[in-house]
């Protein structure tokens, strides 16, 4: 299964990339074939229509299953995130299995990823089976709610329950 | 595969009802095995533990998939439905395969099922790989909106491409 | 200002009215001059036009400002809640000054009321100006975040900085 | 009333722009003193402290009445939009009265605004007492939900009922 993690921080290699490595390995069993870091894009996303920007959406097309993670930034996902989304057609990821995954500084704002991520991946064509995953910055690497998740979402996915690290 | 559709209308026998059996036999070739009508259960639903609702839970933890179903009130699923959903406890239907519909009188409403059923939906515990659905209650039976979502769906559940009805 | 508290707690004198009662006095400086249970409505709430629930209308729409409180089911306001909001119509409450309340186990569902009660307050008519305020249940008598919330919910309301408990 | 409109479309003198300035007018009865297009701000607002994007939050701060516009991309606000938001620390808008405007090719968008703007523009601080306005980019200079807006808004913010165009 070729895993792809996109990563919505502004800053190059980020706890919120470290992160989504992680989660991508714990739920597939293997480190991601792709990581699509969207700062390096920069201001190709702010137009339309970049040879940097058509490699990466391949990139995610071409994955069996896409990690999107984000900081949580007002609440919800960076609009570094939202403008490679943006990218995007409605429906052009045709059913693309997915997982959301946000990083925030306190507990408060968890339900961002099941209010404001998962809807737009839907719009674009993901399928996300399982919640959002939420993880506190300071805890990405080990905590209760990863464990619970992954049990969670291997289920959703169709995959075998992952096993401890 | 045993489909089971929850119907959130106070009406019995209402369009929603209809449009729940619709759907689930246009998705996976087969009506429903049962059909909750949360009307029937009426006040045992304001409390806690009343057979009849512990029975219609029992119905939907027996399915492979369950079809929740909702007419449109206040620009979301219905008190009724939600009194239905109190009634499971958080993470409940474990990884239950499941599909949000919603009908409404006028396409003003139709991110109501991603926005507010389907975050519900997955805190007590289901899969809902497919963008919610929305039906005008005047075209219910038959739109182009229809067609492309049971495409879709049918990609995102792993189930064969639906056949023209 | 005659406030209005209307509680959506399935169990009557809930902690969810003691701290409606305690937010309505600290932002306004005065008790409010109603409550209204839902629990006491019961099956009324599940038909449309009691005499019971036209009352509790009435009250509402005479109020200056109205606390809508819930207890957080499911990440998000109970079913009952919805129930008694059902009962108006789309614009019914006509810019009527409203705070959304919830209170919830954790800090993990503080979204819930930005996301999913205010959207519902403001389809029935209501005016929401200031956030959403969420309370632990463990805490609703005093902690950090209800002091912020009411300096920023009385400006929002024109209302004077409310002093100290 | 000085009011500043903020244009998060990322083609300059859009119609997010035009209808932003019709909104502003019909509302408080004189144009924008101000109008803040985020285009033209292009890769500042990819990193942080950029004196152009401090300049453009000033003007924003400055503002008696905020209305923030954006094209339906995804089913929400733009990434561009986003951008600018971002910039804001929490609360620092604090309860700055703000209109949240979204322009879109079909209704069944219509809830974005009220779904995922509102609550960003709450969590940087501003008052939305109005419900989202959801224009179609088809029909933005005239629409019976227009005029139906303009009467709650007015009410909601405490202004005179806006006169016919």
Redesign the interface.
């Known amino acids: 299964m070729d895993v792809v993690v996109v990563v919505g921080n502004?800053k190059l290699g980020s706890r919120t990339r470290r992160a989504a490595e992680m989660v991508a390995e714990r739920l597939t069993g293997a480190p991601p074939v792709a990581g699509v870091e969207l700062a390096e894009l920069?201001?190709a996303?702010?137009?339309w229509g970049s040879p940097e920007v058509e490699a990466a959406k391949d990139t995610v097309k071409a994955a069996d299953l896409v990690l999107f993670a984000s900081p949580t930034?007002?609440?919800?996902?960076?609009?570094?995130?939202?403008?490679?989304?943006?990218q995007?057609a409605?429906?052009e990821l045709?059913?693309k299995?997915a997982v959301a995954l946000m990083l925030g500084a306190?507990?408060?704002?968890?339900?961002?990823g099941?209010?404001?991520l998962?809807?737009?991946l839907?719009?674009?064509?993901c399928?996300?089976?399982?919640?959002?995953l939420?993880l506190l910055e300071s805890a990405w690497e080990s905590s209760p709610e990863l464990e619970t998740w992954l049990v969670?979402a291997a289920?959703?996915h169709?995959l075998p329950a992952p096993g401890r690290p």
């Not at 306190?106 to 961002?112: M, R, Y």
């Not at 839907?122 to 064509?125: A, F, Q, R």
């Not at 399928?127 to 959002?132: D, G, H, L, R």
């Open positions: 502004p920069g201001p996303l702010l137009g930034f007002k609440a919800t996902y960076s609009g570094l995130l939202k403008l490679f989304l943006d995007f409605a429906g045709a059913a299995p306190g507990p408060q704002h968890a339900l961002a099941e209010h404001t998962k809807p737009v839907s719009e674009i064509g399928s996300c089976p399982a919640p959002a939420y969670r289920a959703a169709g």
